[in-house]
């Protein structure tokens, strides 16, 4: 018993021993954090990480600790050095070893920077803009607003839930571009609402935390504590990767090229990794976009989008739609459609990092959501969805560089352009035809939280009522 005790003294004095002299333990941050990780992990497990992260910098500023061995950030000097320092900054985390898809590393899931810039140069010239704005896409892609433009008549004077059309609108889009003349309808098609549902409807997050801070248990866990398993969506995506027969512009006319060196099963991870992405992206920014236009405070800035479209010839570019662009960026300002943090692990031999020293492998992170509302001088008021603060050439440098929706550097979103592409087109297509406002039996919430946001948790959704001008 006696053992026992000396060995439990000696392993608490270790611990404090090892809070007091670890250098993190000088990074500003609650005194809890110098010796556990234990409340960033609940925060992960009970999906408040972004608001708790978020409510330590307010407190703090812009260097936090998180636990002993995490520190979060959110100068623009720091997401230099974490995220784009030699290119492509930092190595990942394991954590991004939960996203694996088929049980197949892609190029989001992969940690090493070498490794990720070689696929990634698989895939620059498919979402370079100069593939995006091509007939065949930029038709695709207009057919399908078309169809969620029906969807919004056939409503009338009803309410119209766009949380589930603008999931069915992105993931009929992101197909498309990958797999033409395959892809998915999910606006039109019942089966193919039904991968839409799967691939969205889902809360594994926690699940996959589970497996990666426990992983020697995980063999053992219950068959609730796996994530959900994506039957039709496994098997669609296989189907589109085994066609012979696809666009010349598509992603998997480029995957599968021999030069490629890439087998089909990791083509196939590949295409089911970018169908998520491109829910979140556009699915998720458009809802909360459409949300904000749509709020009684908020009807002047809806109102000059619409003057905008009514105004522009018939035959202007996305690019010549000013305000467009603005209220795009301020909703991806205000919600990113991922708000978690992006964790990093600090090289060999440590880094200097905001003035502080932070030791090799230190996980370090920065998250979109806390940095667009760091900097005050930057953004004003930026608790305020306020589209117009990007129409002033004063300080328009400034603010693009604090921009971080798509994170930087070299493992920066990969389909950012098809993104940017897809939420105007269906904006211009709705704002030109109709005026938003909130419908009276929206009784759900759009509240930002840490998880992947099309994960749709029970009571989620965004009731509009579309009325034609």
Same mark, same amino acid.
């Given at each position: 018993?006696?053992?026992?005790?000396?060995?439990?003294?000696?392993?608490?004095? #270790?611990?404090?021993?090892?809070?007091?002299?670890?250098?993190?333990?000088?990074?500003?941050?609650?005194?809890?954090?110098? =010796?556990?990780?234990?409340?960033?992990?609940?925060?992960?497990?009970?999906?408040?990480?972004?608001?708790?992260?978020?409510?330590?910098?307010?407190? $703090?500023?812009?260097?936090?600790?998180?636990?002993?061995?995490?520190?979060?950030?959110?100068?623009?000097?720091?997401? !230099?050095?974490? #995220?784009?320092?030699?290119?492509?900054? #930092?190595?990942?985390?394991?954590?991004?070893?939960?996203?694996?898809?088929?049980?197949?590393?892609?190029?989001?899931?992969?940690?090493?920077?070498?490794?990720?810039?070689?696929?990634?140069? @698989?895939?620059?010239?498919?979402?370079?803009?100069?593939?995006?704005?091509?007939?065949?896409?930029?038709?695709?892609?207009?057919?399908?607003?078309?169809? =969620?433009?029906?969807?919004?008549?056939?409503?009338?004077?009803?309410?119209?839930?766009?949380?589930?059309?603008?999931?069915?609108?992105?993931?009929?889009?992101?197909?498309?571009?990958? =797999?033409?003349?395959?892809?998915?309808?999910?606006?039109?098609?019942?089966?193919?609402?039904?991968?839409?549902?799967?691939?969205? $409807?889902?809360?594994?997050?926690?699940?996959?935390?589970?497996?990666?801070?426990?992983?020697?248990?995980?063999?053992?866990?219950? /068959?609730? @504590?796996?994530?959900?398993?994506?039957?039709?969506?496994?098997?669609?995506? @296989?189907?589109?990767?085994?066609?012979?027969?696809?666009?010349?512009?598509?992603? @998997?006319?480029?995957?599968?090229?021999?030069?490629?060196?890439?087998?089909?099963?990791?083509?196939?991870?590949?295409?089911?990794?970018?169908?998520?992405?491109?829910?979140?992206?556009?699915?998720?920014?458009?809802?909360?976009?459409?949300?904000?236009?749509?709020?009684?405070?908020?009807?002047?800035?809806?109102?000059?989008?619409?003057?905008?479209?009514?105004?522009?010839?018939?035959?202007?570019?996305?690019?010549?739609?000013?305000?467009?662009?603005?209220?795009?960026?301020?909703?991806? !300002?205000?919600?990113?459609?991922?708000?978690?943090?992006?964790?990093?692990?600090?090289?060999?031999?440590?880094?200097?990092?905001?003035?502080? =020293?932070?030791?090799?492998?230190?996980?370090?992170?920065?998250?979109? $959501?806390?940095?667009?509302?760091?900097?005050?001088?930057?953004?004003?008021?930026?608790?305020?969805?306020?589209?117009?603060?990007?129409?002033?050439?004063?300080?328009?440098?400034?603010?693009?560089?604090?921009?971080?929706?798509?994170?930087?550097?070299?493992?920066?979103?990969?389909?950012?352009?098809?993104?940017?592409?897809?939420?105007?087109?269906?904006? !211009?297509?709705?704002? /030109?035809?109709?005026?938003?406002?909130?419908?009276?039996?929206?009784?759900?919430?759009?509240?930002?939280?840490?998880?992947?946001?099309?994960? !749709?948790?029970?009571?989620?959704?965004?009731?509009?009522?579309?009325?034609?001008?």
């Amino acid at each position: 018993m006696l053992s026992l005790w000396v060995g439990a003294i000696l392993l608490v004095g #270790y611990i404090v021993a090892q809070g007091i002299l670890s250098p993190v333990s000088k990074v500003p941050g609650p005194w809890y954090t110098r =010796f556990t990780s234990f409340w960033i992990k609940y925060q992960e497990f009970t999906a408040n990480r972004r608001e708790s992260v978020h409510r330590l910098h307010q407190l $703090y500023g812009p260097v936090v600790r998180l636990g002993p061995n995490e520190v979060s950030f959110t100068s623009l000097d720091a997401i !230099r050095e974490i #995220y784009a320092s030699g290119g492509s900054g #930092y190595d990942k985390t394991e954590f991004y070893s939960l996203f694996k898809q088929l049980k197949t590393k892609t190029m989001f899931s992969t940690l090493c920077k070498e490794e990720h810039s070689k696929r990634k140069r @698989l895939f620059a010239e498919r979402y370079a803009m100069t593939n995006v704005m091509k007939a065949e896409p930029l038709a695709a892609i207009n057919e399908r607003a078309m169809s =969620f433009v029906s969807k919004c008549l056939e409503a009338g004077k009803q309410s119209v839930d766009v949380y589930v059309l603008l999931h069915c609108y992105a993931v009929d889009c992101v197909t498309h571009f990958m =797999f033409s003349p395959g892809g998915l309808k999910s606006l039109n098609v019942e089966k193919d609402f039904e991968i839409m549902q799967e691939l969205t $409807y889902h809360q594994s997050l926690q699940k996959s935390l589970l497996a990666y801070y426990l992983p020697s248990w995980e063999p053992y866990f219950p /068959s609730f @504590l796996h994530p959900r398993s994506a039957p039709k969506t496994n098997q669609f995506v @296989l189907d589109m990767t085994a066609q012979n027969q696809v666009k010349e512009y598509t992603l @998997l006319e480029k995957l599968k090229r021999k030069e490629s060196g890439l087998e089909l099963i990791q083509v196939a991870a590949e295409c089911k990794d970018h169908m998520a992405a491109g829910i979140d992206t556009t699915g998720d920014g458009l809802c909360f976009l459409m949300w904000e236009l749509s709020q009684p405070h908020n009807m002047e800035f809806q109102s000059k989008l619409q003057d905008e479209l009514k105004n522009a010839p018939p035959d202007s570019s996305l690019d010549s739609l000013v305000y467009l662009d603005a209220v795009i960026k301020e909703a991806l !300002r205000c919600s990113p459609p991922i708000p978690m943090s992006l964790p990093r692990y600090v090289p060999a031999g440590g880094r200097s990092i905001d003035g502080y =020293f932070i030791p090799e492998h230190t996980i370090v992170s920065c998250q979109p $959501y806390t940095v667009h509302r760091s900097c005050e001088e930057v953004f004003p008021e930026p608790d305020k969805f306020y589209p117009d603060r990007w129409l002033d050439d004063k300080g328009a440098a400034e603010r693009n560089r604090h921009f971080f929706a798509f994170a930087t550097g070299g493992r920066g979103c990969t389909g950012k352009n098809l993104a940017l592409v897809e939420m105007k087109i269906l904006l !211009r297509e709705v704002y /030109s035809r109709f005026t938003t406002t909130v419908a009276p039996d929206m009784n759900g919430s759009m509240k930002l939280d840490d998880q992947i946001i099309s994960a !749709r948790p029970k009571g989620q959704t965004c009731k509009l009522i579309f009325t034609e001008v």
